[in-house]
């Protein structure tokens, strides 16, 4: 008998039906649990900052933004602080990562991109050379060894995945939009 024809019995039994979905989707949940233990990945974005090449989790992200066309400036800012840009009526601080990593300014041309940080209490835009999409990885590709990077960002560096030669560092981004480098944005 098919899963469609038992449920089918059970036509004029709601309760009972509701019983049966419900073992069911255990049943299915608790064959994926072994699985699921092994094959368990990693999702990020994948940015690049002049030459080299990073990820952030993808929980870290709220959105992809391309460069607002209205930036307004912020008398007293540091330099890293590009403006204020008005993404659906919220205000939101756009920052040059890698000009704030000593990397030299952003150029705003067609690839370059804004990641919108998801935290709660620093609102933050992080200006980037270019988004280069969604790279998975399986969790036991990671290390936590951060590797030797040209920009001088190890301590917002949280690890790195592996894949053959390549190796991603992970930017973390909480690291960076807590610690008081970032948050003292006023100009000397």
């Not at 690890?159 to 690291?175: D, H, I, T």
Request: glycine letters at 10%; hydrophobic letters at 45%; one cysteine or more.
């Amino acid at each position: 008998m098919t899963t469609a024809s038992k449920l089918r019995a059970f036509r004029d039994k709601p309760f009972e039906l509701l019983r049966e979905i419900e073992r069911l989707t255990r049943s299915a949940l608790s064959g994926q649990g072994a699985g699921a233990a092994e094959g368990r990945e990693w999702v990020g974005v994948a940015f690049r900052l002049g030459t080299e090449s990073f990820l952030v989790a993808r929980e870290e992200t709220r959105e992809i933004l391309g460069i607002p066309a209205t930036l307004a400036r912020v008398p007293g800012a540091k330099s890293w602080i590009r403006g204020l840009a008005n993404v659906r009526g919220q205000l939101l601080p756009v920052v040059d990562l890698r000009s704030f990593l000593g990397g030299g300014v952003t150029p705003s041309n067609r690839v370059a991109r804004v990641l919108v940080a998801n935290h709660r209490e620093v609102p933050a835009g992080l200006l980037v050379d270019e988004v280069l999409g969604f790279r998975k990885f399986a969790d036991g590709d990671f290390v936590g060894d951060v590797p030797p990077t040209l920009l001088r960002c190890e301590r917002y560096l949280a690890g790195a995945f592996k894949r053959g030669s390549e190796a991603w560092p992970v930017f973390a981004l909480r690291n960076l939009l807590e610690s008081t480098e970032f948050l003292e944005a006023a100009a000397n």
